[in-house]
């Protein structure tokens, strides 16, 4: 754990590698017209919709790897809608803090159209989806918020972007993603008293337990 959260300062190789191999993101998003990164299109098709929703059945070592890293920088990545065709309407968070698929779960989970993208299911003035069973009246409610919100979606001839907001520039860094996975919900509580001591006794590191 880091210092600031009451741990040692020393580095988790696990929490690292993970914040290294989510870097190949920064570089995916980036490289926009290099041959590696159109080879990995093609033979992997990551543009259906978009690179987390990737399946790694039969694939190499590393691309295995880089997805793994990928799920877990996820949770960092917020879209900003262009042409609608990459970010999920319901999975992926384009608004606020959570995807819809979280924030509506009851009506999630009764959808129909699973994992289609903004422009799949949002034509700028209808919200095509369709669901098993009938709505109750509060989900009916729910559902007129989630048009209000989808409405407010204005396409443009650019991409879907990814926006890294663990930082304040919004471009991904490894150490932004290192200090999100690596705090555990410790408190920081007399750390620096803690950590002083020449010889702390054993029984000073259980205030760092969090309640």
């Known amino acids: 754990m880091k210092k600031e959260y009451g741990g040692l300062g020393l580095p988790c190789l696990r929490d690292l590698n993970i914040s290294l191999m989510a870097s190949w993101l920064k570089r995916y998003k980036i490289d926009k017209d290099k041959l590696w990164k ?5 033979k992997y ?3 259906n919709p978009n690179i987390f929703v990737t399946n790694t059945v039969g694939a190499s070592s590393f691309f295995k790897g880089f997805i793994w890293a990928a799920q877990a920088a996820k949770m960092g990545y917020r879209w900003k809608i262009g042409n609608g065709q990459k970010a999920r309407l319901w999975e992926d968070n384009w608004l606020g803090s959570s995807s819809l698929a979280i924030q509506f779960w009851p009506i999630y989970r009764i959808l129909n ?5 903004v422009a799949d299911l949002w034509d700028g003035v209808k919200l095509k989806c369709t669901f098993r069973r009938n709505f109750s009246s509060e989900m009916y409610q729910n ?3 989630i048009v209000e919100l989808v409405s407010t979606i204005r396409f443009t001839d650019e991409e879907d972007d990814m926006i890294w907001h663990f930082s304040s520039n ?3 860094s490894s150490q932004s993603l290192y200090k999100v996975i690596n705090f555990r919900g410790i408190k920081n509580v007399h750390v620096s008293a803690v950590l002083g001591a020449e010889d702390p006794a054993p029984c000073a590191f259980l205030s760092l337990v969090s309640d």
């Open 38 to 42: 159109d080879l990995i299109d093609y």
């Open 45 to 47: 098709n990551t543009t």
């Open 113 to 117: 159209e699973k994992g289609k993208s």
């Open 143 to 145: 559902w007129l918020d």
């Open 170 to 172: 919004g471009v991904y």
